[in-house]
C-alpha cells in the first residue's frame, strides 16, 4: 500500500504542477488549461455543437457552457445556429481563435513534457495510466 500511495501522491502532484504551469504559459493569451484544452479540441471539430464537444472533452455540458461563454467573451469561438436545428448552438473558431497559437503552443508543451523519456517509457505509462482508468471507471458503475 505504501507504494501505490506514493504513485498516487504523485500523480495528484503532477497534475497540480501540469496545470500551473500550463495556466501560466497560457495566461499571456487570456487561456486556462480547461479553455485551452476546449479550443484545442474545438479546432478539430469546428462547427461542432456545445454537447459534442463536452462528449468528446469527457466533461458536463454546464462545465463546458462556462467555459464556451469566457472564450466567447474573450473572442476566441462563436456560437452560431446549428444547420437543420435552430433550437441549437454550433461553435466555431473566430479569426482570434484560429491565429491565438494555442494548438501549436499545446504541442510544443506536450512535446517539452515528454522530453527526454523514451517511446518505451511512454507506453508502459500510458498502459498504466489506462488500465487505472478503467479501474476508476468499473468502481464508479452503479
Known amino acids: 500500500m505504501p ?30 488549461l480547461s479553455r485551452a484544452r476546449a479550443l484545442t479540441t474545438l479546432s478539430r471539430m469546428d462547427g461542432t455543437t456545445q454537447a459534442e464537444l463536452a462528449a468528446a472533452l469527457d466533461i458536463e455540458a454546464p462545465t463546458l457552457k462556462r ?51 523514451p517511446a518505451e517509457d511512454l507506453a508502459v505509462a500510458q498502459s498504466v495510466l489506462d488500465r487505472i482508468a478503467a479501474n476508476i471507471a468499473r468502481l464508479d458503475r452503479p
Do not use: C, W
Not at 441549437?88 to 527526454?116: C, E
Open 67 to 117: 467555459q464556451i461563454d469566457a472564450l466567447e467573451r474573450a473572442g476566441f469561438v462563436e456560437r452560431r445556429p446549428a444547420q437543420g436545428d435552430g433550437r441549437k448552438n454550433a461553435l466555431f473558431l473566430t479569426p482570434r481563435g484560429q491565429d491565438s497559437g494555442i494548438v501549436d503552443f499545446t504541442r510544443r508543451m506536450r512535446a517539452d513534457l515528454v522530453a527526454g523519456i
Open 3 to 32: 507504494q501505490s500511495s506514493h504513485f498516487f501522491d504523485t500523480l495528484l502532484q503532477l497534475m497540480r504542477l501540469l496545470r500551473r504551469s500550463y495556466d501560466a504559459r497560457a495566461e499571456a493569451m487570456g487561456l486556462t
